[in-house]
């Protein structure tokens, strides 16, 4: 793979940072966009229902009122009303007319000069005919302008009840005019908003109060009466000229009548532009902090990545003679520190090589260049570098603790015999590795008793076995395998196992295996295990050593003998 320049790496870093922050800002600003709205508009629903109740109970509790003054009028005795009749209109000024009719006959009135205008039926009248109809129950009309009395014409809501005397014969109709006033001020005296409005409407749909009396009679302005009746107490959204509009519904309790109260969008949504200008404010602060950081994560993640790559090639070269240095304390500088130890040991290794030329010391020369293969190294940081490209920062912080781990681990303070655990945890970070860069090809499992943790073993044995599984039995099985890793107590021997369910291998492969070449190169899979093979025979004697057994097309099971060491 060719790797982009450091620029390339920082800016596409940068890119990849930048526009999910971006993405980040847009959900989050939307999503609190979205919630300040409903909340707004959920109080606004709250604000306006409370009002419309609230009207509602003072519309109830003033009709109620009128219709008690109705009956201490109708149950009094003749003498009794006559007073009453004359008296309450003087003190208050919310009633305009009280009047006893029967038909075009005054016989009762709070003025004794009311007359009523030639012409004119009485009885033909809505609210004189629906008081007859109700048979003595109180009768409360829409407003209306009342025109049957001489020289009068009040706006006046009435409420009327038949009359019966004690022999049940009707005797007239009480009607009581209340001041139109009463209802507007009610209405009218109310906040909803900056165009918002209430308005009464009765059950046949028509306007008792409305702030636009004049527009509606004439037709120029009209309400959705018929959503209106259908509606008993609740809100519902609609639109007049294209505007969005809250409409809440009180019905009330004494009377057949609706109070209506409507909401404008614009009104509830008027502190949008503020919450926009915070949006904004906060998007911009979040983009540069977010550049800021992108810049500062691209440059710690790509620069060292780059560094130590060059220092890599060249190692793979056979050029030693390094001076590694990384700034930083992150998990890169660490690698970076690591690998420099292990390039300073293998060139020890190298000037000790040619004072002692035993088999022993050239098994763990070998050994050595297993762990720290060059190539291994290059594809791990191929890998690192090209996730780092991709955005994927946890995986290349992950990859490269793992690595770093790895090669500690490999170094072993200098010590060829560790404890069980040791290998384990070295083997597990190399399968971390091999993880993520296989990603679900590979899938793999350990399961080794913790009673043989505190036995001791050669190093880095297990490493070779699960690379020559990984590529010489996973990586050329379609779809990929999976690696196990066990290991029991047999008596007086240690036994660990590295078994796939990859390709397998003849028997003919599998007679050659053990069978060493001179010219092959040091980092070739079947060196490695030669390697391992001899360097157990060689500590432990040839009783020990690995055993295999494999079959085409199923898999290849690596068996460890050892000695138990505690």
């Not at 902090?289 to 620069?303: D, E, F, H």
């Not at 050994?367 to 291994?376: G, S, V």
């Not at 157990?536 to 898999?555: A, H, R, T, W």
């Amino acid at each position: 793979m060719k790797f982009r320049n450091f620029r390339s790496i920082q800016m596409q870093i940068l890119t990849n940072i930048g526009l999910m922050i971006i993405g980040l800002i847009i959900v989050l600003d939307s999503v609190f966009y979205y919630l300040s709205v409903q909340v707004i508009t959920r109080e606004a629903k709250a604000s306006a229902s409370q009002i419309t109740a609230q009207i509602g109970r003072n519309i109830d509790y003033y009709v109620n009122y009128m219709q008690d003054i109705s009956s201490i009028i109708r149950y009094s005795s003749a003498k009794e009303g006559d007073v009453l009749v004359k008296t309450i209109p003087q003190t208050r000024s919310d009633i305009v007319t009280i009047v006893l009719l029967n038909r075009n006959e005054i016989l009762l009135a709070d003025k004794d000069d009311y007359q009523i205008k030639g012409n004119t039926d009485v009885a033909s009248l809505d609210w004189y005919r629906q008081a007859v109809e109700a048979g003595g129950e109180p009768v409360l009309s829409s407003s209306h302008v009342q025109n049957f009395i001489v020289d009068q014409y009040p706006w006046v809501v009435s409420l009327s009840s038949a009359i019966y005397d004690e022999q049940d014969q009707f005797v007239g109709v009480l009607l009581i005019d209340m001041n139109y006033k009463v209802f507007t001020d009610l209405c009218s005296n109310v906040e909803i908003g900056e165009r918002g409005y209430l308005f009464l409407m009765d059950s046949r749909g028509e306007m008792v109060y409305h702030p636009s009396q004049q527009l509606i009679h004439s037709n120029v302005k009209k309400e959705d009466t018929a959503r209106l009746l259908q509606t008993e107490n609740g809100s519902f959204n609609d639109k007049q000229d294209g505007v969005s509009r809250i409409v809440t519904v009180q019905s009330l309790q004494s009377i057949d009548w609706k109070v209506v109260g409507v909401t404008y969008m614009d009104d509830i949504l008027i502190q949008k532009e503020v919450l926009m200008k915070i949006m904004v404010l906060l998007t911009l602060v979040c983009l540069i902090v977010a550049t800021v950081i992108s810049i500062k994560v691209s440059s710690n993640l790509s620069g060292p990545l780059s560094q130590l790559e060059k220092m890599m090639k060249r190692v793979e070269k056979g050029d030693l003679d390094l001076d590694i240095r990384v700034s930083g304390r992150n998990e890169v500088a660490h690698l970076a520190h690591t690998f420099s130890i292990m390039v300073r040991r293998i060139k020890s290794l190298l000037l000790k090589i040619e004072e002692d030329q035993s088999e022993l010391r050239k098994s763990e020369l070998k050994t050595l260049y297993a762990q720290i293969n060059p190539h291994f190294l290059y594809n791990s940081l191929d890998t690192i570098i090209w996730t780092a490209e991709q955005g994927e920062h946890q995986k290349v912080v992950r990859m490269t603790s793992a690595l770093s781990k790895y090669f500690r681990l490999s170094l072993s303070r200098g010590h060829d015999i560790i404890p069980v655990y040791q290998e384990i945890e070295h083997i597990k970070y190399y399968l971390v590795i091999q993880k993520i860069r296989y990603e679900s090809k590979l899938e793999y499992e350990i399961g080794i008793d913790q009673d043989l943790y505190s036995y001791k073993m050669l190093k880095t044995l297990l490493q070779p076995l699960v690379e020559n599984a990984l590529y010489h039995g996973i990586k050329n099985k379609p779809g990929g395998g999976k690696i196990w890793i066990s290991g029991k107590r047999s008596g007086d021997r240690l036994t660990l196992q590295v078994r796939d369910d990859g390709v397998g291998m003849s028997k003919e492969k599998l007679a050659r295996l053990l069978i060493f070449k001179e010219d092959e190169p040091l980092t070739s899979g079947g060196v490695a295990i030669i390697n391992v093979h001899q360097r157990i025979q060689l500590s432990y004697g040839l009783s020990y050593g690995l055993q295999f057994e494999s079959v085409p097309g199923e898999g290849t099971t690596v068996t460890v003998f050892l000695p138990i060491v505690e």
